[in-house]
């Protein structure tokens, strides 16, 4: 039976990139290996998928039984339903260590970078695999989503030359030009629902017993976003009532280096403890880019 390789709900470019990534090196080494994912993917990952030549992860609901190996989460609330009944061999990711627990010792690589990617060069180089030109395409796409092109606060020098290897092994020679491509299909809204629109790349999370959502829209100028604003609005408050104490949706716009974030909770001055900027509906957080490192642990602390 193979096992598993799969990211977290809702899934982005690094989560289906480092699946596809883990999965071949997973085979490499002799362990039989499938990429799957918890969800279609984005218009920005279908770019980066077609663009090379690669195959979207078959998409499951159920690991019950299951070998898994987990890359760019370790949080349950980001997991199946019946995770607990699958045994987790290994995890490669770049966000805080999460409340899986397992009864077997296991493979981790969880680093300080800005993308599950770089750890996955890493991951490859240690074992002294070859990352196929593909595949390597993929990765250097997925670090550039998840740094903003090195603008966000999460980038970090190994992301830098994890980019330089991996566009020498996919021929990319312009990678500034690579990820404005991507960047502006990730603006795209043309065509999509408000709830396709909330859910592109969004999180749940579990703040002192509350149940946070947090989502993200980037783009490369936020007046893209005016004629769906209203909508966005009356969509978060429907995930809200979802038994959420609070849904917050980011608009950041990658230009000016900063984001929007369009807010509806229970209680609004978390916002202000969190932030130190007052709003009902919404507040501009200037240089506020990353969900991870700037977004989720202000809120924590905020929730305590």
Partial sequence: MAVLVLGHMNPDTDSIISAIAVADALNKRGIEAKAVAQGEVTPESAFVLE???LTAPEVVTSVAGQKVWLVDTSDKAQLPADIDEAEICGVIDHHKLGDITTSNPLEMWVWPVGCSCTAIKGFYDHYGLEIPAGIAGGMLCAILSDTVMFKSVTCTDADKVAVEALAKLSNVSDTTALGM???????AVDGATMEELVFRD???????????GIGQLEVVDLSLLDAVKSGLKEEIAKVKADGRHSVFLLLTDIMKEGSEMLICSDDASVVEKAFGVAGDESVWLDGVMSRKKQVVPNFEKAFK
């Avoid at 491509?181 to 603006?187: A, G, I, L, Y």
């Fill in 181 to 187: 491509e991507m960047f502006k299909v990730k603006s």
């Fill in 51 to 53: 663009k090379f030549g």
């Fill in 202 to 212: 969004y999180k749940d999370f579990d703040m002192n017993g509350n149940k946070v």
